[in-house]
T-cell receptor
Framework: KNEVEQSPQNLTAQEGEFITINCSYS?????LHWLQQHPGGGIVSLFM???GKKKHGRLIATINIQEKHSSLHITASHPRDSAVYIC???????????FGTGTRLQVFP | DAGITQSPRHKVTETGTPVTLRCHQT?????MYWYRQDPGHGLRLIHY???????DKGEVSDGYSVSRSKTEDFLLTLESATSSQTSVYFC???????????FGPGTRLTVL
């Protein structure tokens, strides 16, 4: 079993829909990262969080440390949000990240 | 955007040949990482560096070596490339071990 699991693996939505991507992990962590990767493109850091909630534009990330779960929400989705969203966790006192396999999102007009 | 470049961006080589990938940063960040990305796998750490001449192995380090002689450059070497090393390679940097990481554009390597 992977230490970081994302669901769903694939997601399609119509423009304007509210989207939720989930990340569950099985190890103790000091922080959790959400990253975005566009097709053929590089990887961009969206959020780094260790508790509570963060918001940036139409993106919201939440984390529940006790339940070892995080969600990434996209409000009023747009075709340009189409990308792979990657969850990664930083385990306690290590220099390294453990990555999930990503959620592929396609938003249609 | 963080100043990270990777070279080459694309490379096709033959089994058994040596290959060196270069990561260059202009941010003066202490930490640098090399990852590979393959279908069905998350990003996997190959090697990382926490300072000049200070490096350590990641989870998939076999067949790879690294060097960091200057803060700005982190080299990944495949001493004798194999087809299993066909992948997309990403470099990343961070200020410290507990900061967010910034990724380079990636290098697509094909080993025939």
């Amino acid at each position: 079993k992977n230490e970081v699991e994302q669901s769903p693996q694939n997601l399609t939505a119509q423009e304007g829909e509210f989207i939720t991507i989930n990340c569950s992990y099985s190890v103790g962590i000091s922080a959790l990262h959400w990253l975005q990767q566009h097709p053929g493109g590089g990887i961009v850091s969206l959020f780094m969080l260790s508790s509570g909630k963060k918001k940036h534009g139409r993106l919201i990330a939440t984390i529940n440390i006790q339940e070892k779960h995080s969600s990434l929400h996209i409000t009023a989705s747009h075709p340009r949000d189409s990308a792979v969203y990657i969850c990664a966790v930083q385990t306690y006192n290590t220099d390294k990240l453990i990555f999930g396999t990503g959620t592929r999102l396609q938003v249609f007009p | 955007d963080a100043g990270i470049t990777q070279s080459p961006r694309h490379k096709v080589t033959e089994t058994g040949t040596p290959v060196t990938l270069r990561c260059h940063q202009t941010e003066n960040h202490r930490y640098m990482y090399w990852y590979r990305q393959d279908p069905g796998h998350g990003l996997r750490l190959i090697h990382y560096s926490y300072g000049v001449k200070d490096t350590d192995k990641g989870e998939v380090s076999d067949g790879y070596s690294v060097s960091r002689s200057k803060t700005e450059d982190f080299l990944l070497t495949l001493e004798s490339a194999t087809s299993s090393q066909t992948s997309v390679y990403f470099c990343a940097i961070s200020e410290s071990w507990d900061n967010e990481q910034f990724f380079g554009p990636g290098t697509r390597l094909t080993v025939l």
